[in-house]
């Protein structure tokens, strides 16, 4: 059911929805909770289903069905390498998936300077996929 699920939404548009989605969400638990990790969480999600938007908006539709967005993001740079410039924030918001989804021994609290500079990170990524879609 999942993957009939995933074919049928190949519409860049409705990545794009659901990625503002998750930014949005980002700054309403920023602004209201304080938990970091969630708030970092949905930065990374709101990256990966940007550049997924991005890929299928050129016409990539058979992208591996992965979170990992350094590899999201070598494929977007194809068609546009002015992304080079978000490299770094690419990285470093790659980490929240895994540190952010699954138990560790010790519960992940990012400091507020960082889940602030991942909701401005994952804010511009999102604002220059809108923009060339």
Sequence with gaps: M?????RESKSSQKWLNFAKH???LAFLINRDSGFTDTVCYFC???V???LKALLIANGVIDFPHIHNLKILFKQAINFYPQ????????KEL????IETKYPADMPVNYPAEEAERATE???K???FVEKKI
Excluded at 2 to 6: C, N, S, T
Excluded at 94 to 97: E, I, R
């Design 94 to 97: 790659n980490k929240y998936y």
């Design 125 to 127: 990524i999102y604002e």
């Design 48 to 50: 990966e289903k940007a």
């Design 44 to 46: 990374h999600q709101t």
């Design 2 to 6: 999942v993957k009939r699920a995933f």
């Design 121 to 123: 990170s994952a804010t």
């Design 83 to 90: 992304l080079e410039e978000f490299e770094s924030s690419v």
């Design 22 to 24: 998750d930014l949005d």
